[in-house]
């Protein structure tokens, strides 16, 4: 496969990815070429018969026509131990709330390989580590509470235990989850209060959607 092709390969897959639009100026920084190359592959994969779309304003540029839809991409074994040892190790240092999606998810990746390369998976996986520092644990009826509130945009009642080991009720709205070293934190909008919150998550011990 030619440098070339190998990269309409990946613009496609970019394309495929995306479900807003991108401009011509990000596509060529992120693949290192001019702008000019760029509208070139955009008439090539045009011509295959990929359905690309210019949209203007905000947001806008170049989009597939998001009733298209391609076959599911099948991952080299290479690709797969990345993900994979990624996946356990955010599984591992417990950064992630989700942690039954994510390995619901990894199950799919390994799945999808032949036998010899999930032997050539677990190859790769075995010699790539990651050193860090656990997060505290939380409550696993907690962490799926946190994961659909966060997807779904629903708001949780949570009984959270601050520095002093006091309890007290609150209502949130989920915003954003960020993962540290050595915590994950929850960051919400406390509805009762109408004030943002950085919450620990090893710190909530009660999460129900409301």
Partial sequence: MTSRQSRLFALA???????????????????GVSVRTIYRDLDTLQDAGLPLLAERGRGGG???DRDYTLP??????REAAILAALGRW??????VPFVDTLRS????????????????LLGHVETLSFIGVPALPSAPEVRKAIEEAW????????TFVDRQHVESGRRIQVRGIRMERMETTVMAHDLDKDEARSLRLDRITRAVLL
């Fill in 13 to 31: 897959e970019a394309m495929r990815a995306r479900k807003t639009g991108v401009t011509a100026e990000a596509l060529a920084e992120r693949f």
């Fill in 62 to 64: 170049y989009a597939l």
């Fill in 72 to 77: 599911p991409v099948n991952f080299t074994a």
């Fill in 90 to 95: 955010a599984d591992e240092m417990r950064f």
């Fill in 105 to 120: 998810a990894l199950d799919k990746v390994r799945g999808a390989l032949s036998a010899s390369d999930q032997r050539q």
């Fill in 151 to 158: 997807f779904s945009g629903r708001a949780l009642q949570i």
